[in-house]
Structure formats: structure tokens, C-alpha cells
């Protein structure tokens, strides 16, 4: 259909109508399947529930990397064991005011100052 439309001289909106009906005529044109709008419905609702379940495999391989770098493995756990592993090691991670806590168990405000310190307050004062 499309080579037939293509060979026309002079191609515009109405030459391309003409070509197709005269395709229609000469049983040229195959007629198309058009879906039910159930089942373009439940394309999409397969669609987005394999899109979810590849993200929630994601999160769950992040995490289990995440904890990997802290020498902590999660190891073969189902879906409803998954959850309580992970608080479980992560409730074994040294916390901050520990000896051994990293700058990763701070808070996030509390390891940006450490790097940039604040200048005094009174020398602050004293430059105006």
C-alpha cells in the first residue's frame, strides 16, 4: 500500500484518498484488527504490573549491594522474610556516636558541616 502511494507524481490529501480507495477496489487493502478496548485495558494493566515488579527487584538488588559494601549479606530470604532482614541488619550497623560509625550514619546536615564548617559567629560579627 504504501510503495503504491509513494509512485504517485504529485502527492497530496486528496491524490493519497483517491489511491486509497482505489486500492480498497481492486481488494488491494487487507483490513486490520482493531482491539477491544477489555483487552487494550488489560495490555496495560500487564504492562505497568511487570513495570512495578522490575522496580521492586531493583530496590531489592540496590539494597542488598548497599548492605553488601558494609560486609552484610541478606542471603536466600522470601518476599515476607525480606522486609525484617533488612531493619535486622540494619539495626547490626554501628551507629554514629559509636567508634567505627561512618559519615554514611549521620545525618545528612551533620556530614555536610564537617566538611564545610560554619565561620564563627563573632568573627562573622567583627567583618561588617
Do not use: C, W
Amino acid at each position: 500500500m504504501r510503495a503504491v502511494l509513494k509512485a504517485q507524481i504529485n502527492k497530496t490529501d486528496r491524490n493519497d484518498a483517491r489511491g486509497i480507495a482505489q486500492m480498497v477496489r481492486a481488494g488491494l487493502y487487507r483490513p486490520v484488527h482493531v482491539k477491544t478496548l477489555r483487552s487494550q485495558k488489560l495490555r496495560m494493566l500487564l504492562t505497568h504490573r511487570k513495570l512495578l515488579q522490575s522496580k521492586a527487584i531493583a530496590i531489592e538488588n540496590d539494597l542488598r549491594g548497599t548492605l553488601r559494601n558494609f560486609g552484610l549479606k541478606v542471603g536466600m530470604v522470601g518476599k515476607v522474610r525480606f522486609e525484617a532482614r533488612i531493619q535486622e541488619l540494619v539495626e547490626s550497623l554501628p551507629r554514629h556516636g559509636d567508634t567505627g560509625g561512618t559519615v554514611a550514619h549521620r545525618p545528612a546536615g551533620a556530614a555536610r558541616t564537617d566538611r564545610h564548617p560554619a565561620p564563627p559567629l563573632a568573627d562573622h560579627r567583627a567583618e561588617r
